[in-house]
């Protein structure tokens, strides 16, 4: 057992992912002592099944969009000096509508986003062609947005962990929580099993099992797993020059729907691969490698890029998006559990969301205003203390499942 008077920090982040690796670097910016508590190892979760998508296209007007920009700002001004680290590209995205409907639904998304200073430019069909010469015979045109970014999310939470580290933070491997600490009604650390960990604040930074860590502090945060594939193919010449998706991807973004939904979403990379998404469906943690789905991403991807039919797929990797019913994520602290604050919830956008969620978060923990506001975030918007922790205060919550 670790010696709770020596595992003190200010901060505990439960999460080592990207979230939890910007909040924590963040936090030792503004000069707090910080405490890592990873349940394996660091971007094991869905950092390490995802794209690395830093986008803005596919943010409708709306406090999510709000914050994809500033997020953006961050990791082109506060992070630019590492970018290299992770292999931050610009390389802008496309996306393309294949049908009248299609088109309309774009022009409408492009004149909202450019009301609100969004840098969307809206492309003829010659125009896209001079962009993506393999696009599909069925575009009838697209919109381009310059600001589209990319990185290698693994990188990115290895790297800000580093440097955290080298600002004096600590991180625990192997450290799963099971318990919540509490003097009166305040969260004042976690228990795990290397240990207790005593912190002025306790951040929730776990990605889609967000939920389970709420539930040890009695809370109710409904951050639920969303499935989805990416199929990598074998290295070729550059055939495909942005991130390109088609126009329906921003309903699937924005769905509810608990069934399977995929629309394409391609892209080149270094290497000379092509990442071939997406899908999305709502069923639990089943980590079984559906064929159904992954014939439909493949379908869709020569629809959009016919020369993929030819191309060989090298191998596929899966992972689980942490959604929220209401597609926000949860940024801020719990009023219903004091000393508790959440950052979880972004779904498929949380690597373009983590630099300024890490930011907005340390502001919000130095005691600072955050740049922008959190309210529309807040964790409370769930409503009351479970019938749990209503019941009276304890020493230790503790559940079997848990970060």
Same mark, same amino acid.
């Given at each position: ?78 992070? !630019? #000096?590492? !970018?290299?680290?992770? #292999? ?79 600002? %004096? ?23 795990? %099993? ?26 109710? &945060? ?5 499935? %989805?594939?990416?199929?990598?193919? #074998? ?11 088609? !126009?329906?991807? &921003? ?138 922790? #209503?019941? %009276? ?5 503790? !559940?079997?499942?848990?970060?």
């Amino acid at each position: 057992m670790a010696d709770t008077r020596t595992a003190t920090s200010d901060v505990v982040v439960i999460g080592g992912g990207v979230i939890g690796a910007a909040i924590a670097y963040f936090a030792t910016v503004e000069g707090l002592g910080v405490t890592v508590l990873e349940r394996d190892l660091p971007a094991n979760g869905t950092s390490s099944a995802c794209e690395g998508n830093i986008l803005i296209s596919d943010k409708e007007l709306g406090p999510e969009l709000e914050l994809a920009r500033y997020s953006l700002d961050v990791w082109n001004d506060d992070l !630019a #000096e590492h !970018a290299h680290l992770w #292999e931050f590209e610009s390389k802008g995205g496309i996306i393309v509508a294949s049908k009248p409907s299609s088109l309309e639904s774009l022009n409408r998304l492009t004149d909202t986003q450019r009301g609100y200073g969004v840098d969307a430019q809206d492309l003829s069909i010659d125009q896209l062609r001079d962009l993506e010469p393999h696009i599909s015979p069925d575009a009838l045109g697209a919109a381009f947005y310059p600001e589209d970014s990319q990185v290698q999310p693994m990188l990115v939470a290895a790297h800000l962990l580093r440097l955290a580290r080298r600002r %004096g933070a600590r991180v625990v491997t192997g450290a799963q929580v099971t318990g919540v600490l509490r003097e009166g009604e305040k969260v004042t650390g976690v228990r795990t %099993g290397v240990g207790d960990f005593s912190a002025g604040a306790v951040v929730n930074a776990a990605g889609t099992w967000a939920s389970s860590v709420a539930e040890l502090a009695g809370v109710r &945060v409904p951050v639920l797993p969303r499935r %989805g594939f990416v199929m990598v193919t #074998e290295p070729m010449r550059p055939m495909v020059h942005h991130k390109v998706y088609a !126009a329906e991807y &921003v309903d699937n973004v924005g769905s509810s729907d608990a069934g399977l939904q995929a629309s394409p979403v391609i892209e080149g990379t270094p290497a000379g691969s092509i990442l071939i998404g997406s899908s999305r469906e709502r069923i639990g943690f089943d980590r079984t490698v559906s064929v159904p789905a992954l014939a439909t991403i493949a379908r869709n991807a020569v629809a959009l890029f016919p020369f993929l039919d030819q191309a060989k797929v090298l191998r596929h990797y899966h992972g689980f998006r942490p959604y929220c019913p209401d597609h926000l994520p949860v940024i801020g602290h719990d009023d219903r559990a004091p000393g508790l604050w959440h950052a979880a919830g972004h779904e498929g956008a949380g690597i373009g969301l983590s630099a300024g969620t890490g930011k907005l978060m340390a502001q919000a923990l130095a005691g600072r205003e955050p740049e922008i506001p959190l309210g529309a975030f807040a964790p409370h918007r769930f409503g009351t203390l479970s019938r749990s922790a #209503e019941a %009276g205060p304890s020493t230790h919550a503790t !559940a079997e499942e848990a970060q």
